[in-house]
C-alpha cells in the first residue's frame, strides 16, 4: 500500500488536466443553473456565491470503532477491547464579496464530542449523553466535549473559464482550554486546510458527473504538543441526479496522515492511512437549499500504533447535513 497515495495522486492530477481541456472547449456552455444548485459534501461545494450572497451550511458525523489493545509491541495477542465514539458538527456561514462571483469569505464553528468506553459492546450513542453524570464517566470510561475550533474561510474560483474548479480553505484556532480536553478532543494545534474542488460533466443535461476533492490540512507546534502533523486526503464521487431533486454519488476516499521524524533524520512517519467507500443521497426541495445523508465502509484502515489497532469491521460512519442559500 506505500505508493496508492502516488498513485491516486497522479491520476488525480490527469483528470484535472484532461478536466480542465474539455471545459475549457465549453465553458461558454455551462448554465449557472447547474453550478448554483451543486450538491456538497463535507461543506465543500463545487460552486462560489453571487455578490452580496450568502450560505449557511452544517453537517454532523458520528464515528464508532473498537480498539484491539494488544498485549505489547512484540506480542500481537489482544487482551482487550474499548470503544472509541466521537460525535461532531460543523457549520459555516459564507458570503459572496466578488461581482464576478469569484471571492467568498466565511466563517467555521466547529462542536465535538468524544467518548472511550471499556466497554467494547457499548452504545457508540453514549458519546451524546452528558458530560458530567456519574453513571457515563466512571474510570476508563469518560467522555470529552467542547467548541473545538472557531475558523475564518475563503473560497475562490481562480479561473473564470474553468468554473467547475473552487479552492476552499482556511485557518482555525483551538478554543478548548483545558489541557486534558485539548489532547482528548485533538484540539491541542491551531490547523491550516486547503482544498480543491473539481467537477467534470458527463452530458450535456447537467445530470451526471464526476466530482474530486483534494484535502490538505498542517497542524503546527502548540505548548501542549510541539510536532507538526500533516493530513492528505483524495475523494472521487460519481454524481446522478434524479427526478430532478434527487442525487446519488457513490465514492472512495483515500486519507493519509503523517509527522516529521523525532529525531530530525529520515521522511516522513506514516501514522494512519483509510480507505473508505461511500454512499451518499442528497435531496433539492428547492435550488437553494440541499439535503444530504452519507456512509462511510471502511476498506483499509491502518495506524503506526504498535499497541492499538482500529477493529475494521466495527467502523461505523454517518454524516446528514444541509446547505442553504439566500
Not at 486519507?255 to 529520515?266: E, R, V
Request: net charge positive; aromatic share 12%; charged share 15%.
Amino acid at each position: 500500500m506505500k505508493n496508492i497515495y502516488q498513485l491516486l495522486s497522479i491520476l488525480f492530477i490527469c483528470v484535472l488536466i484532461l478536466g480542465f481541456s474539455k471545459n475549457i472547449l465549453k465553458a461558454q456552455s455551462i448554465e449557472l443553473d447547474t453550478l448554483e444548485r451543486a450538491f456538497f459534501v463535507g461543506g465543500l461545494s463545487p460552486s462560489i456565491l453571487s455578490e452580496g450572497k450568502i450560505e449557511v451550511n452544517g453537517y454532523s458525523s458520528i464515528f464508532s470503532s473498537w480498539l484491539a489493545v494488544k498485549r505489547s509491541a512484540s506480542d500481537a495477542t489482544v487482551i482487550d477491547r474499548l470503544r472509541l465514539s466521537e460525535f461532531s458538527t460543523n457549520i459555516e456561514a459564507y458570503y459572496g464579496l466578488s461581482a464576478s462571483g469569484r471571492w467568498d469569505l466565511g466563517l467555521r464553528l466547529t462542536y465535538v464530542r468524544r467518548r472511550l468506553d471499556n466497554a467494547a459492546r457499548s452504545s457508540p450513542f453514549r458519546v451524546l449523553g452528558g458530560d458530567d453524570l456519574e453513571d457515563n464517566n466512571v474510570g476508563v470510561d469518560k467522555t470529552y466535549a467542547g467548541m473545538r475550533e472557531v475558523g475564518i474561510r475563503f473560497r475562490l474560483l481562480p479561473f473564470l473559464n474553468i468554473p467547475s474548479l473552487t479552492i476552499n480553505g482556511g485557518y482555525s484556532l483551538s478554543t478548548i482550554k483545558e489541557e486534558e480536553s485539548q489532547i482528548h478532543l485533538a484540539a491541542d494545534r491551531n490547523r491550516f486546510d486547503l482544498n480543491l474542488a473539481y467537477y467534470i460533466s458527463i452530458n450535456n443535461s447537467g445530470t451526471s458527473y464526476y466530482y474530486f476533492i483534494m484535502n490538505n490540512t498542517v497542524q503546527h507546534p502548540s505548548s501542549i504538543n510541539k510536532q507538526w502533523q500533516f493530513n492528505t486526503s483524495l475523494s472521487g464521487f460519481v454524481v446522478q441526479r434524479i427526478a430532478g431533486r434527487f442525487v446519488v454519488y457513490p465514492g472512495l476516499s483515500y486519507t493519509l496522515s503523517y509527522k516529521p521524524p523525532s529525531s530530525g533524520d529520515g521522511g516522513l512517519i506514516r501514522t494512519n492511512q483509510q480507505v473508505l467507500g461511500v454512499l451518499g443521497l442528497q435531496y433539492e426541495p428547492s435550488q437553494n437549499v440541499n439535503l444530504n445523508i452519507s456512509w462511510a465502509i471502511p476498506l483499509l484502515v491502518e495506524s503506526s500504533n504498535v499497541l492499538i489497532d482500529q477493529v475494521r469491521s466495527s467502523y461505523t460512519f454517518v454524516s446528514i447535513g444541509g446547505r442553504y442559500v439566500f
